[in-house]
């Protein structure tokens, strides 16, 4: 038989610290976004290189899609080094890169919310298009202000989630 409340107490104690984690690296976020980027980067680059080895030594244990499991771990190592080398640039290249798609994809969804206001859905929604249409257009113009937006839109976040987080472990 299994002890619930040992496990909920287990549940909650990781919920403290990974609240508790996520406030401190929302806060190094916010106060050193060029150095806690480059540390994350680090920790991405090595994730993307284990990742792209474990996915090679996959096709020999199950060789299912295994064209797709070599495609994907070559990817993942090359990805894994290249951040590895270069930690620097990748703190700058991929929130710059991400603002980039995520403009490419509020532009894509602002017009189509103006197109179904002008198909009866209403001025709330032909307006929320607009703005996204002008976000999306920033991030795509400026992709390096849409990633300074988002490095500190994901340290907000990041703090938001450890309160959350630290509120349930005690709830």
């Known amino acids: 038989m299994v002890d619930t409340d040992y496990i909920d107490n287990i549940n909650s104690q ?21 150095a806690t980027l480059s540390v994350i980067m680090l920790i991405v680059g090595l994730w993307w290189l284990i990742q792209g080895i474990a996915m090679i030594f996959g096709v020999f ?67 929320l298009g607009i703005v996204s249409i002008i976000i999306g257009l920033l991030f795509i113009f400026n992709a390096w202000v849409g990633g300074v937006v988002l490095v500190w839109a994901t340290a907000i976040l990041m703090i938001a989630g450890g309160i959350s987080s630290i509120y349930w472990a005690y709830k």
Do not use: E, Y
Request: aromatic share 6%; glycine share 18%.
């Open 14 to 34: 990781a919920l403290l610290l990974g609240g508790i984690a996520s406030i401190i690296f929302g806060i190094l976020l916010l106060s050193w976004p060029g």
């Open 61 to 127: 244990i199950d060789r299912t899609n295994w064209g797709w499991k070599l495609l994907g771990g070559i990817i993942g190592i090359i990805a894994g080094i290249i951040v590895l080398q270069h930690p620097l640039q990748a703190a700058v290249i991929v929130p710059a890169t991400l603002a980039l798609i995520l403009g490419i994809l509020g532009l894509s969804m602002g017009i189509i919310a103006v197109i179904a206001a002008f198909a009866g859905d209403g001025w709330g929604t032909g307006i």
